[in-house]
């Protein structure tokens, strides 16, 4: 089965920029997916296609996959951004959906 | 706007079933794939299964193989999740998902359900 790796924990000062990583075996040949959620929330879609962003999703939220790695970038942090997040890809391999263990994002 | 309902969780017994139901709303139903995810007490999210946007193809997790099976109603709407054989470690919050798929193949999950909560538990 396919893995995703995800840090625990991310902390970061507000105005600062947050890089959450998502590592996986070749990652960049598989669309990457990122979600935020918050305490008692359902997950929302914050990045998908590695860089891509719904409509509403601010631009502080980025995406970049390159080799065996994933990153999801928010620049100016702010403390409405403390969440969890998730990657998240379709191993074709296997039929199988895949999400990361989650890092847990503070904001100082 | 898109709009995802489950229902049909609560506390059940070890060994016995349950079926968990999402209605769904304001987009069309019959043109897009759908998952559940489920997510335990304090841990990550966990996919579960897949079914195509006509019923044809579903795909599950490994340790829910042959014991949770994924439909849907393209007239009325609604997915479920039938859960047999429930395990404590199947105790989660049970979200509904659609899906975002290309070429046939599943994505991402643009829009969710605010989940249902199943508790195994004697």
């Known amino acids: 089965s396919y893995v995703l790796t995800q840090p625990p924990s991310v902390s970061v000062a507000p105005g600062r920029t947050a890089s959450i990583t998502c590592g996986g075996n070749k990652i960049e040949t598989i669309g990457v997916h990122w979600y935020q959620q918050k305490p008692g929330q359902a997950p929302v879609l914050v990045v998908f296609?590695?860089?891509s962003r719904p409509s509403g999703i601010p631009e502080r939220f980025s995406g970049f996959t390159s080799a065996d790695t994933a990153t999801l970038t928010i620049s100016r942090v702010e403390a409405g951004d403390e969440a969890d997040y998730y990657c998240?890809?379709?191993?074709?391999?296997?039929?199988?959906?895949?999400f990361g263990g989650g890092t847990k994002l503070t904001v100082l | 706007q898109v709009q995802l309902v489950e229902s049909g969780g609560g506390v059940v017994q070890p060994g016995r079933s349950l079926r968990l139901s999402c209605a769904t709303s304001?987009?069309?139903?019959?043109?897009?794939?759908m998952h559940w995810v489920r997510q335990a007490p304090g841990k990550g999210l966990e996919w579960v299964a897949h079914i195509s946007y006509d019923g044809r193809s579903q795909f599950y997790e490994d340790s829910v193989k042959g014991r949770f099976t994924i439909s849907r109603d393209n007239f009325r709407n609604i997915l479920y999740l039938q859960i047999n054989s429930l395990r404590r470690e199947d105790t989660a919050i049970y979200y509904c998902?659609?899906?975002?798929?290309?070429?046939?193949?599943?994505?991402?999950?643009?829009?969710w359900g605010q989940g249902t909560l199943v508790t195994v538990s004697s």
């Open positions: 998240q890809v379709w191993h074709t391999s296997s039929d199988q959906g895949v």
């Open positions: 304001g987009f069309s139903f019959s043109s897009y794939a």
């Open positions: 998902a659609r899906v975002i798929t290309r070429d046939r193949v599943p994505a991402y999950f643009a829009s």
């Open positions: 296609d590695d860089s």
